[in-house]
């Protein structure tokens, strides 16, 4: 064990540091229309209620920001959007807000790709395999601003790039509160 931890320490091409982050672990709830769960289902077909759901967001000592989503426990063989947004989860869709973006359009919603971008925002589209797993990592040069960033929402379909329709990814399914740093 401490020759592995002394190769770990030796490393020159770590960027990640073990500080700043969060991780979030989450069992997808029916939206009731009362209580505001840290996961929460829109769709209990595309994203039943008993999903899993992990999100873990890490601050690189180079000032990225690296966000990884886990899912289990979904529809199969199925391809999601999913997008951190402005606001946290609440009991109707559209309570999360806009997609988080680091230079916000003044235009909302935003659909022009010079904002609607993976550069800009933090797009994790995946696809869940035939047991309903699936996972996504976005990497940005970025961090987050404190309180500004509160979800993550899974969206109907794989996000669009295309002008007029960039960021979009159709309906919101299911939506996970997280405290990003």
């Known amino acids: ?19 700043p982050g969060v991780t979030v672990d989450g069992v997808f709830r029916a939206a009731d229309g009362k209580a505001v769960h840290r996961a929460v289902t829109f769709d209990t077909r595309a994203v039943p209620s008993g999903g899993k759901v992990t999100v873990t967001e890490r601050v690189g000592r180079d000032g990225r920001t690296r966000v990884e989503l886990r899912v289990h426990g979904v529809e199969a063989n199925r391809t999601f959007g999913a997008h951190v947004h402005q606001k946290p989860c609440g009991t109707a ?8 973006q680091n230079a916000v359009d003044p235009k909302q919603p935003s659909t022009d790709p010079a904002y609607a971008n993976p550069r800009n925002e933090v797009w994790l589209d995946l696809t869940s395999d035939r047991q309903g797993d699936g996972a996504s990592t976005a990497t940005v040069a970025w961090r987050f601003r404190a309180g500004e960033a509160r979800s993550v929402v899974i969206h109907e379909h794989a ?6 329709v960039a960021g979009t990814a159709g309906g919101r399914l299911a939506c996970v509160n997280v405290p990003f740093k």
């Open 159 to 164: 996000t669009e790039t295309g002008p007029g």
């Open 1 to 19: 064990m401490p020759a592995l931890a002394a190769s770990l320490i030796t490393l020159p091409s770590l960027s990640w540091a073990p500080g």
């Open 93 to 100: 869709p559209d309570d999360s807000g806009a997609h988080y």
